[in-house]
Nanobody
Framework: QVQLVESGGGLVQPGGSLRLSCAAS???????????MGWYRQAPGKERELVAS???????NYADSVKGRFTISRDNAKNTVYLQMNSLKPEDTAVYYC????????????????WGQGTLVTVSS
């Protein structure tokens, strides 16, 4: 078993901030490494889109719509990725999903593409 557990979503007013977190874990062994991690979002009636991604060496990429407002970071020791969301807009309302590419544990098992269950972010007055 491997899972990504997301938290930090909720209701916030326009201009406010939220911090999302996503922790990876397995049931058979501790995690040795994770390649890239990222955040995607899906708004009602729209397709899922990439919000931000970050490599194991902390190289990051952002969607144009969130540049200057969102910051992705990761703590490799905790196997956790974060998304700091500032200056939130109503159009940021969506279910946010965490993704991890190539999780390796100490037994040598690899999980190539893992998704979290999603956390809802609602930006509204």
């Amino acid at each position: 078993q491997v899972q990504l557990v997301e938290s930090g979503g909720g209701l916030v007013q326009p201009g406010g901030s939220l911090r999302l977190s996503c922790a990876a874990s397995t049931s058979i062994s501790s995690i040795f490494s994770i390649n890239a991690m990222g955040w995607y979002r899906q708004a009602p009636g729209k397709e899922r889109e990439l919000v931000a991604s970050i490599t194991s060496s902390r190289r990051s990429n952002y969607a144009d719509s969130v540049k200057g407002r969102f910051t992705i970071s990761r703590d490799n020791a905790k196997n956790t990725v974060y998304l700091q969301m500032n200056s939130l807009k109503p159009e940021d309302t969506a279910v946010y999903y965490c993704n991890a590419d190539n999780i390796a544990d100490f037994r040598g098992y690899r999980y190539l593409d893992v998704w979290g269950q999603g956390t809802l972010v609602t930006v509204s007055s």
